[in-house]
Protein backbone atom coordinates (compact mmCIF):
# COMPACT_ATOMS: atom_id res chain seq x y z
CA UNK A 1 0.00 0.00 0.00
CA UNK A 2 1.41 3.45 -1.45
CA UNK A 3 0.85 6.64 1.77
CA UNK A 4 -0.07 9.24 0.33
CA UNK A 5 0.96 11.60 2.45
CA UNK A 6 3.46 12.23 5.54
CA UNK A 7 1.65 13.59 8.64
CA UNK A 8 5.55 14.65 9.93
CA UNK A 9 5.94 15.70 6.66
CA UNK A 10 3.40 17.67 6.19
CA UNK A 11 3.55 19.62 9.89
CA UNK A 12 6.76 21.14 8.81
CA UNK A 13 5.44 22.65 5.69
CA UNK A 14 3.04 23.81 7.64
CA UNK A 15 5.63 24.90 10.42
CA UNK A 16 7.50 26.52 7.63
CA UNK A 17 5.43 28.02 5.35
CA UNK A 18 4.70 31.83 5.69
CA UNK A 19 1.26 32.89 6.88
CA UNK A 20 -1.20 32.91 4.01
CA UNK A 21 0.72 30.08 1.81
CA UNK A 22 -0.51 26.41 1.74
CA UNK A 23 1.79 24.13 1.37
CA UNK A 24 0.45 20.39 0.70
CA UNK A 25 2.05 17.48 -1.15
CA UNK A 26 1.28 13.79 -1.89
CA UNK A 27 3.58 10.82 -2.99
CA UNK A 28 3.44 10.01 -6.35
CA UNK A 29 1.27 6.85 -7.30
CA UNK A 30 0.19 4.33 -9.97
CA UNK A 31 -3.00 6.25 -11.31
CA UNK A 32 -1.98 9.68 -10.48
CA UNK A 33 -1.68 10.24 -14.21
CA UNK A 34 -5.24 9.61 -14.44
CA UNK A 35 -6.24 12.91 -12.38
CA UNK A 36 -5.25 15.02 -15.16
CA UNK A 37 -8.25 16.86 -16.25
CA UNK A 38 -9.29 17.03 -20.11
CA UNK A 39 -8.16 20.50 -20.11
CA UNK A 40 -4.77 19.89 -18.61
CA UNK A 41 -3.72 16.32 -20.37
CA UNK A 42 -2.70 17.87 -24.23
CA UNK A 43 0.40 19.71 -22.38
CA UNK A 44 1.27 15.88 -20.89
CA UNK A 45 0.09 14.04 -24.83
CA UNK A 46 3.81 13.88 -25.71
CA UNK A 47 5.13 13.03 -22.23
CA UNK A 48 5.96 9.45 -20.98
CA UNK A 49 3.71 8.08 -17.95
CA UNK A 50 5.88 8.68 -15.29
CA UNK A 51 5.62 12.81 -16.09
CA UNK A 52 2.19 12.09 -16.36
CA UNK A 53 1.91 11.07 -13.54
CA UNK A 54 3.59 13.46 -11.47
CA UNK A 55 2.03 15.81 -12.86
CA UNK A 56 -1.59 14.78 -12.24
CA UNK A 57 -0.26 14.05 -8.73
CA UNK A 58 0.54 17.99 -8.23
CA UNK A 59 -2.22 19.10 -9.36
CA UNK A 60 -4.27 16.94 -7.12
CA UNK A 61 -2.55 18.51 -4.56
CA UNK A 62 -3.14 21.89 -6.15
CA UNK A 63 -7.07 21.42 -6.28
CA UNK A 64 -7.10 20.35 -2.80
CA UNK A 65 -5.25 23.39 -1.93
CA UNK A 66 -7.65 25.66 -4.12
CA UNK A 67 -10.89 24.38 -2.31
CA UNK A 68 -8.94 25.09 1.59
CA UNK A 69 -8.44 28.49 0.21
CA UNK A 70 -12.05 28.78 -1.08
CA UNK A 71 -11.69 28.69 -4.40
CA UNK A 72 -13.74 26.27 -6.91
CA UNK A 73 -11.00 23.51 -8.34
CA UNK A 74 -10.85 23.83 -11.39
CA UNK A 75 -7.79 22.67 -14.31
CA UNK A 76 -4.27 24.06 -13.79
CA UNK A 77 -3.39 24.22 -17.51
CA UNK A 78 0.34 24.16 -18.40
CA UNK A 79 1.44 27.47 -20.34
CA UNK A 80 3.11 26.87 -23.25
CA UNK A 81 6.44 28.29 -22.08
CA UNK A 82 5.49 25.60 -18.96
CA UNK A 83 4.62 27.34 -16.12
CA UNK A 84 1.09 26.51 -14.52
CA UNK A 85 -1.71 29.01 -15.08
CA UNK A 86 -3.42 29.67 -11.66
CA UNK A 87 -7.32 30.63 -11.24
CA UNK A 88 -7.96 34.62 -10.84
CA UNK A 89 -7.09 35.79 -7.83
CA UNK A 90 -4.63 32.50 -6.81
CA UNK A 91 -0.43 32.41 -6.95
CA UNK A 92 0.78 29.18 -6.62
CA UNK A 93 3.91 26.86 -7.54
CA UNK A 94 3.83 23.00 -8.20
CA UNK A 95 7.07 20.51 -8.31
CA UNK A 96 7.41 16.73 -8.03
CA UNK A 97 10.88 14.48 -8.17
CA UNK A 98 10.30 10.75 -9.04
CA UNK A 99 8.15 10.54 -5.78
CA UNK A 100 6.60 13.43 -4.68
CA UNK A 101 4.50 16.07 -5.38
CA UNK A 102 4.17 19.16 -3.97
CA UNK A 103 1.92 22.56 -4.82
CA UNK A 104 2.12 25.81 -2.88
CA UNK A 105 -0.58 28.31 -3.32
CA UNK A 106 -1.89 31.86 -1.46
CA UNK A 107 -4.25 34.38 -2.76
CA UNK A 108 -2.96 36.94 -5.36
CA UNK A 109 -4.04 40.20 -3.13
CA UNK A 110 -1.53 38.68 -0.61
CA UNK A 111 1.25 37.58 -2.82
CA UNK A 112 3.09 38.54 -6.10
CA UNK A 113 3.86 34.89 -6.98
CA UNK A 114 5.14 31.78 -4.85
CA UNK A 115 7.85 29.23 -5.53
CA UNK A 116 8.82 25.60 -4.32
CA UNK A 117 10.98 23.45 -5.63
CA UNK A 118 12.16 19.59 -4.96
CA UNK A 119 16.09 19.01 -4.99
CA UNK A 120 17.93 16.17 -4.66
CA UNK A 121 19.80 16.87 -0.66
CA UNK A 122 23.69 17.48 -1.84
CA UNK A 123 26.59 17.73 1.08
CA UNK A 124 27.39 15.69 3.84
CA UNK A 125 24.03 15.04 4.77
CA UNK A 126 22.86 13.20 2.05
CA UNK A 127 21.70 9.96 2.16
CA UNK A 128 19.89 7.70 -0.86
CA UNK A 129 16.89 7.97 -1.89
CA UNK A 130 16.50 11.47 -0.69
CA UNK A 131 15.42 15.18 -2.21
CA UNK A 132 14.93 18.43 -0.27
CA UNK A 133 12.03 20.84 -0.13
CA UNK A 134 12.37 24.34 -0.71
CA UNK A 135 9.73 26.85 -0.51
CA UNK A 136 10.20 30.35 -1.70
CA UNK A 137 7.99 33.48 -0.98
CA UNK A 138 8.77 36.78 -2.10
CA UNK A 139 11.62 36.11 -2.97
CA UNK A 140 13.13 34.79 0.12
CA UNK A 141 13.57 31.14 1.41
CA UNK A 142 11.52 30.62 3.89
CA UNK A 143 12.61 26.23 4.20
CA UNK A 144 14.49 24.74 7.00
CA UNK A 145 17.31 22.17 7.35
CA UNK A 146 15.50 19.05 8.96
CA UNK A 147 16.60 17.86 12.16
CA UNK A 148 18.14 14.70 11.22
CA UNK A 149 20.64 16.21 8.95
CA UNK A 150 21.67 19.37 11.34
CA UNK A 151 22.18 16.05 14.02
CA UNK A 152 24.07 14.20 10.81
CA UNK A 153 26.32 17.91 10.85
CA UNK A 154 24.53 19.75 8.34
CA UNK A 155 23.80 20.76 4.93
CA UNK A 156 25.55 22.95 2.53
CA UNK A 157 22.03 24.20 2.00
CA UNK A 158 20.70 25.36 5.72
CA UNK A 159 17.46 26.27 4.52
CA UNK A 160 16.18 22.76 3.01
CA UNK A 161 13.78 20.15 4.60
CA UNK A 162 15.12 16.51 3.22
CA UNK A 163 12.76 13.76 2.73
CA UNK A 164 13.12 9.96 2.56
Not at 51 to 76: C, N
Amino acid sequence: MTIVRSPSLQATFDDIALPGVLVGHRAIAEGDEFALLAEERGAFARSVVKVQRASGAARIVARELMQRLGVTPQPVIKATAGMPQWPDGVVGSLAHDTTIALAALAREADFLSLGVDVEPVEGACRRPAQSGVELLGGGHRVGREHDEHRREGGCEHPRTLGHP
